[in-house]
């Protein structure tokens, strides 16, 4: 079992900067990717950003510039850094981790998420 903690939401003024992390932790397990998801109001989830093990990382166009995703293996943990916030950035933003099974298949897990406001 994974379980994966977000941190670092809250509310920011628009051109604001926020980094958020996501602390993956569990016995004997092997993440191939990470990523980042937000759900805005009356809205789907949408992938933002993710990362590889091996660090090769993609990005929605609507943050590209802007968002930086980056990865600690060691610490099982990935983070992602907004820059140039915007309103529209406004959002739950949840981690996801795609976890190998015994199999080798991968297996999503998901965090709780955290709010990100972006307000005057």
């Known amino acids: 079992q994974v379980q994966l903690v977000e941190s670092g939401g809250g509310l920011v003024q628009p051109g604001g900067s926020l980094r958020l992390s996501c602390a993956a932790s569990?016995?004997?397990?092997?993440?191939?990717?990470m990523g980042w998801y937000q759900q805005g109001p009356r809205k789907q989830r949408e992938l933002v950003a993710a990362?590889?093990?091996?660090?090769?990382?993609s990005y929605a166009d609507s943050v590209k510039g802007r968002f930086t995703i980056s990865r600690d293996n060691a610490k099982n943990t990935a983070y992602l850094q907004m820059n140039s916030l915007k309103p529209e950035d406004t959002a739950v933003y949840y981690c996801?981790?795609?976890?190998?099974?015994?199999?080798?298949?991968?297996?999503?897990?998901w965090g709780k998420g955290t709010q990100v406001t972006v307000s005057s």
């Open positions: 569990g016995s004997r397990f092997e993440i191939i990717t």
């Open positions: 996801k981790a795609v976890v190998a099974d015994d199999k080798g298949y991968g297996v999503d897990h």
């Open positions: 990362i590889t093990s091996g660090g090769a990382t």
